[in-house]
């Protein structure tokens, strides 16, 4: 019987030898490949955590003990060894989420998976068990790259200065976020990795002195007296210490020995100590250790014995927006790229590897990487900063004081913007475009397709006195569609075929082919419909107010929050011009979602064509005074 079907709880693994843990961390890393390569995950940064989470879980008793994870991609196997083992749904719906997940155990804490807020939560959930004279610990994993994020070294600041509040940092040192990880924290952690050790050297030292007549007794007490200098010469960790942390390592995080004996001590200091643990991310499975991408950070449906995708995937969006960055760059040498440590996700690598001086990896630290953009767009380049929409929420100030204040000429590419899916709450890009409404001066750009996106990315980058944002979905981008007219800036997708239409339907961004099926099954009950796609949704176009003059209704639909979004935006902007027409706006309800497919999940919220045309109808019905209170039912076109 496998021993790991035994565990049902993290107290399992007391009753193991030394001999069963190892087995048991083989049998994790085999059903982590197989189990992972069938629904798709992150891979690589859990089989590189296998024997550090079993030690966590044998020197500490979660979840009186709270252990927590930053980020969350690396808890697969904590997910194991409490009680989840049932991976046949990973991310999708009913499943497991990808993340912690306090509704799927006692054991999981923090849910949203954004980096670098782990040391924070750490020092909040520490300062309450001290008011609250709880003899429980607090113990945070936090991977290298989210070091590199500043609010973890906010919280190091506070952390540190409680020299008696048990709080326990593990820094799983794998030299890589997504892909390596860079800066000068990375190179202090390199040193720390290759340093062959203060406690060596002096005992090596004090044998030799010790042989040493006369001088020798002498000289090693003066050299033991130098203990600080000497010390951060020999290994730097010197930085962790002075800002008051106890540190214990580097640490073999593969040897389970050194692990639990580094750890219990940890737990015994009583005060704030670091625990640097050095793992191989993709440990044990050949083909994420020959990715050097990102050592299969995050994989779809893959074959397991050879790591290959199992179906290959036509163009994405991140693809088209990369490709046009090198063509732009090969053009303009004032044009430069930021990436927050994600620099082929976000799909920057071609460009990187065509300009590699014309690209900064800021690490995870979106909102230097804001302040550092508008720098540089002071400095005469223009920067294009591409990061995942659901992470720019995190420099809106620098956004909103920095680059739109100084009137910068920054563009902002959003990647995974409007409904994700499997990832689940914390992202799913639908807030964005209502955070940036309220930017002055912004212009915010949602292409509908791959043309557009090109498109829009050239015009955005033309602006030199204003933020742009160029947003766009995830996943593959369906076929160009085009435009049969233009309105102002916008463009017409469908006409109506009658001076007096009934709908103005306003497609925002890639729900351009669901508005013109809308639109087809608004025809078929005999309500006239005209198809506008703004191309930038902000600011609203001049051309907006006297066309929607000229319909009965005005529909909006978004790929964003309906709070505050695009419909909010436009409702605003009709009332400003004195347009007196009703109107509806649909989009994403103001509240979290849960992981499952991009289409269960626009079927829940009821962005899906034929919902949005039953209350459309429904709408233009009691315009008419015809309306029923069983509003007509539409049905889908069906070929």
Wanted: aromatic share 6%; charged share 25%; hydrophobic share 40%.
């Amino acid at each position: 019987m496998p021993l790991l079907t035994r565990i049902r709880g993290p107290r399992d693994l007391d009753r193991l030898s030394l001999e069963e843990l190892d087995q048991l961390a083989g049998e994790i890393r085999t059903f982590l490949v197989d189990a992972v390569s069938k629904t798709g995950g992150h891979l690589g940064p859990n089989l590189g955590v296998v024997e550090l989470t079993i030690a966590l879980h044998r020197v500490f008793e979660s979840p009186k003990d709270k252990v927590l994870w930053d980020t969350g991609h690396q808890s697969y196997v904590h997910k194991l060894l409490t009680g989840r083992q049932d991976f046949s749904r990973l991310k999708m719906k009913d499943g497991l989420s990808g993340y912690p997940s306090q509704a799927e155990s006692e054991h999981d804490v923090i849910e949203n998976s954004h980096a670098s807020t782990v040391l924070g939560w750490a020092d909040g959930i520490a300062k309450g068990n001290e008011i609250l004279k709880r003899d429980s610990h607090v113990v945070a994993v936090i991977g290298d790259g989210a070091l590199t994020g500043g609010m973890a070294w906010e919280a190091l600041n506070n952390i540190a200065e409680a020299k008696d509040r048990p709080l326990v940092i593990v820094v799983n040192d794998n030299e890589r976020s997504y892909a390596p990880t860079i800066g000068g924290l990375a190179n202090h952690l390199a040193t720390l990795r290759t340093t062959d050790g203060y406690e060596r050297f002096l005992a090596r030292t004090k044998d030799i002195l010790d042989r040493t007549p006369v001088v020798g007794k002498p000289l090693f007490d003066t050299l033991h007296g130098a203990k600080k200098g000497l010390k951060d010469f020999i290994a730097p960790q010197g930085m962790f210490e002075d800002l008051g942390l106890k540190y214990v390592g580097p640490i073999d995080g593969h040897d389970l020995e050194a692990l639990e004996s580094a750890l219990a001590r940890a737990k015994r200091f009583g005060g704030p100590v670091i625990v640097h643990c050095l793992t191989e991310k993709g440990r044990g499975y050949q083909p994420a250790l020959q990715d050097e991408a990102d050592r299969f950070h995050a994989v779809g449906k893959i074959h397991p014995d050879t790591g290959l995708p199992i179906a290959s995937s036509g163009a994405d969006w991140t693809s088209v927006f990369g490709e046009e960055m090198v063509k732009l760059g090969t053009e303009r040498e004032d044009v430069v790229a930021i990436t927050a440590a994600m620099l082929q996700p976000v799909g920057l690598d071609k460009f990187a590897k065509a300009f590699p001086e014309r690209v900064y990896d800021v690490g995870i630290a979106e909102q230097h990487g804001a302040v550092s953009a508008a720098g540089l767009a002071h400095a005469g380049v223009h920067p294009v900063f591409a990061v995942y929409a659901t992470f720019l929420n995190r420099a809106f100030d620098q956004v909103l004081m920095d680059v739109a204040l100084h009137r910068c000429g920054v563009t902002f590419v959003l990647d995974r913007a409007g409904v994700t899916g499997t990832d689940g709450a914390s992202h799913n890009g639908m807030w964005d475009m209502s955070i940036l409404q309220v930017v002055p001066g912004l212009r915010l750009a949602a292409p509908r397709d791959a043309d557009q996106v090109r498109a829009q990315l050239r015009e955005a980058v033309q602006v030199d006195d204003a933020p742009t944002v160029v947003r766009f979905s995830k996943g593959a981008v369906g076929p160009a569609v085009p435009a049969v007219g233009r309105v102002g800036g916008m463009d017409v997708l469908r006409e109506p075929g009658t001076d007096r239409p009934d709908v103005l339907l306003v497609s925002v961004g890639a729900l351009a082919p669901m508005c013109l099926e809308i639109a087809g099954l608004l025809d078929r009950q005999g309500i006239s419909t005209t198809v506008v796609d703004p191309r930038w949704v902000k600011p609203v176009d001049e051309a907006m107010a006297p066309l929607a003059e000229r319909h009965r209704v005005v529909v909006t639909v978004e790929d964003n929050s309906r709070v505050g979004g695009v419909g909010s935006t436009i409702a605003q902007a009709l009332r400003d011009a004195g347009v007196d027409v009703p109107l509806r706006d649909f989009g994403i309800p103001p509240r979290f979602l849960d992981h499952a497919s991009r289409a269960e999940v626009m079927a829940e919220i009821g962005l899906t064509a034929p919902d949005i045309a039953r209350q459309v109808t429904g709408l233009v019905s009691r315009l008419d005074g015809r309306y029923d209170s069983a509003a007509p039912e539409v049905e889908p076109a069906r070929d």
